[in-house]
């Protein structure tokens, strides 16, 4: 497990030998700031644009997994740049959706309201309902990286919600009555669903129906960094927990989201210019409702790949 440090001075560096370094090599290149609420904390004084230490990348990783997200702000970086500096927290994903990768960079998925030729550019309901991104794989995603490119000047925030607090917060009858249970993520399940709220959805092809299939997950799963537990379900991509009545697996998911996302346990953010939020997925939900088309909003996302639930 990652260790967890109760300060910002106490954020751990690696163990990797280094050559003899000066004074100036062991001066905080950027600061941590918690923000006041859930989850959350703003990354300050570091620019992308120049080389990330492997004992930078220890704090931001270790206050990534301590704060649920961190936001980087003014990070005027070119796609290749996006990719290389998440490709540093682990491999990356490659969305199904392929008619909406960036030219050139199939692990960057384009969010976007934006309409061209009667076509979108990208994911116009990416956040559309409450949900972990890529929870539907074997190995869901550890983090999203979203990188803001054009923004309005409203209704374009994404809210996130704290999984550690939802679980922890839980009545012990329902702790006791989620033990041991498995849910069931899909995909198709949350595609066809928004499919009849987006005009923009076209029908999956075989291939990638294939290419996504049902996997069951454990509804809390345990933090492989920080050793806490969570609830590991979404109103996205969750369709039941095994083992129960259709009926009781519907009424406990939707009293397991109504508690997740009570005002105390949210955090809304509100995007600046050039700002990147990376979020932890294996302890936040996350929702962005659809921009209007007249309020212009894209953003870039890649999602690094995580461990198996356990």
Partial sequence: MYPIPTSDSAMPSNN??????????????????PIDGPLGAEI?????????SDDDLARIRAAFVRYGLVVFRDQRIAPQQHVAFSRRFGPLQVHVLNRFHLQGHPEILIVSN?????????????????????????????GSLLHAQ?????????SFANMFNAYETLPADVKR???????????????????KLSPWRADLTQKQIDDVPE???PVVRVHPESGRKALFVSEGFTSHII??????????????????????NVYRHAWRAHDIVFWDNRSTVHYAPITPQHLRRTLYRTTVEGDVPV
């Fill in 16 to 33: 990797v030998p280094h050559a003899k370094k000066s004074f100036a090599d062991f001066e905080r290149t950027f600061e941590i700031s």
């Fill in 44 to 52: 300050i004084g570091l620019d992308l644009n120049r080389p990330v």
């Fill in 114 to 142: 934006v309409i061209e030729n009667g076509q979108p550019i990208g994911l116009v309901d990416a956040g559309a309902d409450w949900h972990s991104d890529l929870s539907y794989m074997p190995k869901p995603s550890l």
């Fill in 150 to 158: 054009e923004l309005p000047p409203e209704q374009g925030d994404t």
């Fill in 177 to 195: 009555t989620l033990e041991g249970r498995r849910a069931v993520h899909s995909y198709v399940y949350r595609y066809r669903r928004l499919q």
């Fill in 215 to 217: 996997v069951d997950h």
């Fill in 243 to 264: 083992g129960l009545p259709a009926d009781e697996s519907a009424a406990l998911l939707k009293f397991l989201h109504e508690h997740t996302i009570r005002a105390e």
